[in-house]
């Protein structure tokens, strides 16, 4: 990695993947440091970025963030102004920071735009401190600002290994971007954002009867989950991430208050994936903590699942993602 | 009961209510029997109808099955025929009859039409085939052709027992239908049957990790919706009704291979729902093993939430029910 040369600037800029999980983490053991109830699987995506550029500065007098062209609401600036001081106080500064960040696809609405947002935003800002953290270090400080965050720093298939401390809970590559050719069809079948965060949501979970009985699975799933993408069993591995995306939402079903996340469009695709199977397309869905819906699919049929799913009306846009690298530092500063 | 002189007429006509279940009864503890997994509460509608004709005579070579003016699948035939066949079984006769049933609601689509349709059945077979039978008895005859049936042997709030054997599996009224001013208002959103029928899904319960958690909770509701009714708690029933609902199709969406049973339409509404519990409505929903959707509300309420469905577009269908009767004997035969 490059050291920057504080005398001369205290601005850097960092462009980040969002990720898709295929074991999910639901539920946290410790609700400050974001720790997990579960370890989790995912890969980062190749066309769902957030570039953020950060700059320290004497000329600011409070912090700025400014997210997609506008403000942000309250809520949401105090978390990010809340990593900047993670951020400060490992760098031993305390100058104001302007924060700009674009992403190149909706918020809110299970896209992970929390894990792409972090990521940029932990790499940019530690950069532009000064400081030269280790892909271990900046995971670590990643999943103190959003949890799943933590996956978008290694690049290709990453695991968010299950620990039980702060320093062991971080993820890592387990296979590079160009290991396996599948693809996420992403389509977005909403605009509006979700009615309830995700990290609302994570802190009810065990208020779902059947939360401990898949807590006691998770470790047997994501084994199963990193042995099929070592052989590059699709089949198996579209069936199980299906099963876990369900498993997912089963549990926000059945907590109180009820999640229900899905929305009409999300169901119209649900469903139909089985039909396409039926029809010879090896598709399978999965679904974050949000309405958005996620086909994957190897590269060589993505034409026939964008086919499928470009006429459906209630799909918005539709993003295709191969395996991604993980967060960079990039020369083209936002301002 | 009114006794059938056999000499002259061999031919009977019931009327029963389809029910909805406030409980439900998902997985079975024996498949040939139909015991369910767990007891149930219910009430019956009283304006989703099914009526029944059946005619024992030496004139019929064959058993003859129509049902809403058309013929019948053949294993929908084998069904109702297998459901004769106890009853001649039982009444020591051979003679082949013509059935004739009609049904004043979609059927296969989430509302329950074989509970109205197999309580109607056994009501008019058992009594063209000359027989007497008790409620209890007739409640367990049901259940043989279709579990949830029984229920609407019984008027009004309806409990099926929890037992082990075909003698104590049954069920009996807990609350006349005019105990309470409730009403169920039925939003048909779709008039396409489902794709897996609930009997087949039924098998495939326990393949859900989650369903032991669920057995070992419904003795504890059961016993609370119990006193909830006889309360008159509508807050509280509301609130577990709907929870249950949630519960059901959580099962349901986490079975190998799942079943998802809602459509968008089913979906949209069960949204909507909250919000209009915000703005000062007190409705729940609930859904059976499909993907039509039940409101309950007071009676009182029900002007107010028939107006917030009728300009859904989904919604084909609306039908307002009191707690109803159960089955019972008609004059008006069909033919």
């Given at each position: 990695m490059k050291?920057?040369?504080l005398e001369?600037?205290r601005?850097?800029?960092a462009?980040?993947p969002s990720n898709?999980?295929f074991t999910k983490c639901?539920?946290?053991?410790?609700?400050?440091?974001?720790?997990?109830?579960?370890?989790?699987i995912?890969?980062?995506?190749?066309?769902?970025l957030t570039?953020?550029?950060?700059?320290?500065s004497?000329?600011?007098t409070?912090?700025?963030?400014?997210?997609?062209?506008?403000?942000?609401?309250?809520?949401e600036?105090?978390?990010?102004i809340k990593?900047?001081d993670?951020v400060?106080?490992m760098a031993?500064i305390?100058?104001?920071?302007?924060v700009?960040s674009?992403?190149?696809?909706?918020i809110g609405?299970?896209?992970?735009s929390?894990?792409?947002?972090?990521a940029?935003?932990t790499?940019?800002?530690s950069k532009?401190a000064?400081?030269?953290?280790?892909?271990?270090?900046?995971?670590?400080l990643t999943?103190?600002?959003s949890?799943s965050?933590c996956?978008s720093?290694p690049g290709?298939?990453?695991e968010?290994?299950?620990?039980?401390t702060?320093e062991?809970?971080?993820?890592?590559?387990?296979?590079p971007p160009?290991?396996?050719?599948?693809?996420?069809v992403?389509a977005?079948?909403s605009?509006?954002k979700k009615?309830v965060p995700t990290?609302?949501g994570?802190k009810a979970?065990k208020?779902?009867?059947?939360?401990?009985?898949?807590?006691?699975?998770?470790k047997?799933k994501d084994k199963?989950v990193?042995?099929?993408i070592?052989e590059?069993?699709?089949?198996?591995l579209?069936?199980l991430?299906?099963?876990?995306?369900?498993?997912?939402h089963a549990?926000?079903?059945?907590?109180?208050p009820?999640l229900i996340y899905?929305t009409?469009?999300?169901l119209?695709?649900?469903k139909?994936v089985?039909?396409?199977?039926?029809?010879?397309?090896?598709?399978?869905?999965?679904?974050n903590?949000?309405q958005?819906i996620?086909l994957?699919c190897?590269q060589?049929?993505?034409k026939k699942?964008?086919?499928?799913i470009?006429?459906?009306?209630e799909?918005?846009?539709?993003?295709?993602?191969?395996p991604?690298?993980?967060?960079?530092?990039?020369?083209n500063?936002?301002s």
């Amino acid at each position: 990695m490059k050291v920057i040369d504080l005398e001369r600037s205290r601005k850097a800029t960092a462009v980040a993947p969002s990720n898709i999980a295929f074991t999910k983490c639901w539920g946290k053991k410790d609700e400050i440091l974001r720790l997990p109830e579960n370890g989790s699987i995912s890969m980062c995506l190749s066309n769902l970025l957030t570039t953020t550029t950060v700059e320290f500065s004497p000329k600011y007098t409070r912090d700025e963030v400014i997210i997609n062209g506008g403000g942000v609401e309250e809520g949401e600036a105090q978390r990010v102004i809340k990593h900047l001081d993670r951020v400060r106080k490992m760098a031993k500064i305390s100058l104001k920071a302007k924060v700009v960040s674009k992403n190149n696809f909706p918020i809110g609405t299970g896209l992970s735009s929390s894990a792409s947002g972090f990521a940029a935003l932990t790499l940019a800002t530690s950069k532009a401190a000064g400081l030269d953290l280790s892909e271990k270090e900046l995971s670590i400080l990643t999943r103190q600002g959003s949890g799943s965050a933590c996956r978008s720093i290694p690049g290709g298939f990453v695991e968010w290994l299950d620990g039980d401390t702060s320093e062991t809970s971080y993820a890592v590559s387990i296979f590079p971007p160009d290991h396996w050719a599948i693809c996420d069809v992403v389509a977005i079948v909403s605009e509006g954002k979700k009615e309830v965060p995700t990290s609302v949501g994570h802190k009810a979970a065990k208020s779902s009867p059947f939360m401990s009985i898949r807590l006691s699975h998770m470790k047997e799933k994501d084994k199963l989950v990193k042995q099929l993408i070592k052989e590059k069993n699709f089949k198996s591995l579209g069936e199980l991430a299906e099963a876990e995306a369900l498993e997912l939402h089963a549990i926000m079903l059945t907590q109180y208050p009820p999640l229900i996340y899905w929305t009409p469009g999300t169901l119209k695709i649900m469903k139909l994936v089985s039909h396409w199977r039926a029809e010879g397309i090896p598709v399978y869905f999965t679904i974050n903590t949000g309405q958005d819906i996620h086909l994957i699919c190897e590269q060589k049929n993505v034409k026939k699942v964008v086919n499928k799913i470009k006429s459906i009306k209630e799909v918005k846009e539709i993003i295709v993602n191969n395996p991604g690298e993980g967060t960079r530092l990039s020369q083209n500063h936002l301002s």
